[in-house]
C-alpha cells in the first residue's frame, strides 16, 4: 500500500456532450494520505458526488488519472474494475443501501461473496464488533435503527479490509445523536486503524470530526485546511464538536499531528463555506 491510497491527477469530467455538457470536476488534481480523514463540501453542484464516484472507480473521468494503491484505473476493463473495487473500496450511502431480506451478518459478508471468497465468521463477527453491532448480526435492517443500519453498511464497506472508505452524506438520514455515534466511528476507524475515510457532508459539525476539510467550487478545490491549520486555540468545544483528533492532511507535507483537543471547530468550517459562498 502507498502513503497516498487515492491519488487523483487533472480529473477532469464532462457530463453530456462537449459542446453543451456540464463539467462537473474540472482539472482536479487532490491526494489522500493513508489513515487520515478528509470532509467533501461545497455548494450543491459543485462536484462532491462525482469527486466520490470518479475517486471510487463508480466513474470514468473524462481526462486525467486516479490512482487508488498504486493502480491507475483507466486502463482498467470493466471487470478488473469492478474487481479492484471489491476489493480496495469501500462506500458508504446516505440511504445504506442495505439487503432488507438478509441478516446484518449476511449483508455483511455480501462482498465476500460478491468477490467470491467464502466468507468466514470470524471476519463477518469482527466487522460488525468494529461498529459496536457483534449482538446485532442475526438481525434484519428492518428491526435496527437507523444509525444500527448505517454501521452494518460500515461493517459492510470494512469487511473487505479497503484501502479507503468513501462515504457519501453518511448521516444524512440521521438524527443528531445517531450522527454523532456514527462520525465518531468513522473517526475511530481513521485514528485506531489507520483506515482512510473520504466523506461528502454538506454540514460543519460532521465535517469537524475530519483532519482535513476540501471545499469544492465549480468543480475546483478551491480552499482545503487541516486541523494543524487551524491551530491549537480553535474552538473545537461543546458537545456536537469534533472530538479534536486531528491529523496531518495529505499534501501538508506529513507535519507532526496537532496538539490533542485542536480539532477542526464547526464554527471555523462554517465561515470558509460562508466564505465560500459569498465569493460564488
Ligand atoms: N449524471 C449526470 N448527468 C448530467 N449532469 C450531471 C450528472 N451528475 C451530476 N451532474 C452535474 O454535475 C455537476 C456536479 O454534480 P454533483 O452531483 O457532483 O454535485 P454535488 O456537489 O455532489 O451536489 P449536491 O450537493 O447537490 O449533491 C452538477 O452541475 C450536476 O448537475
Known amino acids: 500500500m502507498t502513503d497516498e491510497p487515492v491519488q487523483l491527477w487533472s480529473v477532469r469530467k464532462v457530463y453530456g456532450s462537449a459542446a453543451g455538457g456540464v463539467t462537473a470536476l474540472d482539472d482536479m488534481t487532490v491526494s489522500f494520505r493513508a489513515g487520515t480523514f478528509t470532509a467533501v463540501m461545497g455548494p450543491s453542484g459543485s462536484g462532491k458526488s462525482t469527486l466520490l464516484h470518479c475517486a471510487a472507480g463508480l466513474d470514468r473521468p473524462t481526462d486525467g488519472k486516479v490512482i487508488i494503491d498504486g493502480t491507475d484505473l483507466g486502463p482498467l476493463g470493466e471487470t478488473a474494475l469492478t474487481l479492484l473495487r471489491r ?49 446485532r448480526a442475526r438481525h434484519r435492517p ?99 464538536a469534533g472530538p479534536g483528533s486531528p491529523g496531518s492532511g495529505p499534501g501538508s507535507g506529513g507535519a507532526g499531528r496537532a496538539p490533542a483537543g485542536a480539532g477542526l471547530s464547526p464554527e471555523l468550517i462554517a465561515a470558509r463555506m460562508a466564505a465560500l459562498e459569498a465569493s460564488c
Open 142 to 240: 428492518g428491526e435496527l435503527s437507523g444509525g444500527e443500519q448505517q454501521r452494518v453498511a460500515i461493517a459492510r464497506a470494512l469487511v473487505t479490509r479497503p484501502s479507503v472508505l468513501f462515504a457519501d452524506e453518511p448521516t444524512g438520514a440521521l438524527d443528531r445523536a445517531t450522527s454523532r455515534d456514527v462520525l465518531r466511528l468513522l473517526r475511530d476507524l481513521a485514528d485506531r486503524q489507520g483506515q482512510t475515510v473520504v466523506m461528502v457532508t454538506h454540514d460543519p459539525v460532521a465535517a469537524s470530526y475530519a483532519d482535513r476539510v476540501l471545499l469544492l467550487a465549480d468543480g475546483r478545490v478551491v480552499d482545503e485546511f487541516t486541523a494543524a491549520d487551524a491551530g491549537p486555540g480553535s474552538p473545537a468545544s461543546g458537545s456536537d
Open 87 to 135: 476489493k480496495r473500496i469501500g462506500f458508504v450511502f446516505q440511504a445504506f443501501n442495505l439487503v432488507s431480506a438478509l441478516t446484518a451478518e449476511q449483508n455483511v459478508a455480501l462482498p465476500l461473496r460478491l468477490a467470491g471468497v467464502r466468507p468466514r465468521g470470524s471476519e463477518v463477527r469482527a466487522a460488525l464488533a468494529e461498529v459496536g453491532l457483534a449482538d
